[in-house]
């Protein structure tokens, strides 16, 4: 089924997807820019960051990267904008920027 799933990309019409294709082939997500469908940008401000992590688990698409337990930019390529991350930041470390 792997292969099949390397073959859809933005333009294969929802005609020839699978139903349920997520079931079939897990973690297809990486293979798509989803952070396209972004209207609003977190703005990661390092220099007021306390590496306190709280954003990480927060995060409902997995795009804020840590290396050696530390916090990094954003993965702007699966971020959709949504916000959660800055309400959660209790140092103001984010803040949403209109605009991709």
């Known amino acids: 089924m792997r292969s099949d799933v390397n073959k859809i990309n933005e333009q294969t ?3 020839d997807l ?3 294709l997520q079931m079939f082939a897990s973690a297809t997500s990486v293979e798509f820019n989803t952070g396209e469908w972004r209207t609003d940008t ?3 401000l390092k220099d007021k960051c306390k590496q306190c ?3 990480v688990p927060t995060c409902p698409d997995s795009s804020i ?3 050696n337990k530390k916090r990094l ?5 699966h971020c959709k904008g949504c916000g959660i991350c800055a ?3 209790p140092f103001g470390a984010i ?3 209109e605009g991709r």
């Not at 930019?73 to 390529?77: I, L, M, N, P, S």
């Open 18 to 20: 699978t139903e349920g």
């Open 13 to 15: 019409p929802y005609q």
């Open 95 to 97: 803040v949403m920027r």
């Open 73 to 77: 930019d954003f993965d702007y390529d």
């Open 53 to 55: 992590l709280l954003c």
């Open 65 to 67: 990267p840590v290396v």
């Open 42 to 44: 977190p703005v990661y």
């Open 87 to 89: 309400k959660n930041c």
